[in-house]
């Protein structure tokens, strides 16, 4: 199971760290990815990070704001948020790949597992 924290409200140019707790699975072993569906919109990849750490991927809207990084350890995933958009706003779901390395995580087609999700609201 996964299951995201770390949404809220918050106003543009703020940060944000989302993170998603791996229970009764683990992870190590694992591709996993961030997503999120804005309100009328489609699911959109936006991050994902390699069983390794070694490797990363993020959509074009989110590079250089936007940091994957994961601790297998704890069975953790986190996003690092920075300087949120209005458009940033959608519900954020962590998603895991069993593969080791996916060259297509950030196609939701390719995820096994999903978290139920946490909304981030940017807002002035």
């Known amino acids: 199971q996964l299951v995201e924290s770390g949404g809220g409200l918050v106003q543009p140019g703020d940060s944000l760290r989302l993170s998603c707790a791996a229970t009764?699975?683990?992870?190590?072993?694992?591709?996993m990815a961030w997503f999120r569906q804005a309100p009328g919109k489609e699911r959109e990849g936006v991050s994902c990070?390699?069983?390794?750490?070694?490797?990363?991927s993020y959509a074009d809207s989110v590079k250089g704001r936007f940091t994957i990084s994961r601790d297998s350890e704890k069975n953790m995933v986190y996003l690092q948020m920075n300087s949120l958009k209005p458009e940033d706003t959608a519900v954020y779901y962590c998603a895991e790949d069993t593969r080791p390395y996916s060259s297509s995580c950030l196609e939701a087609r390719t995820m096994d597992h999903w978290g139920k999700g946490t909304l981030v609201t940017v807002s002035a």
């Open positions: 990070i390699t069983s390794s750490g070694s490797v990363t």
């Open positions: 009764a699975l683990t992870i190590r072993y694992s591709t």
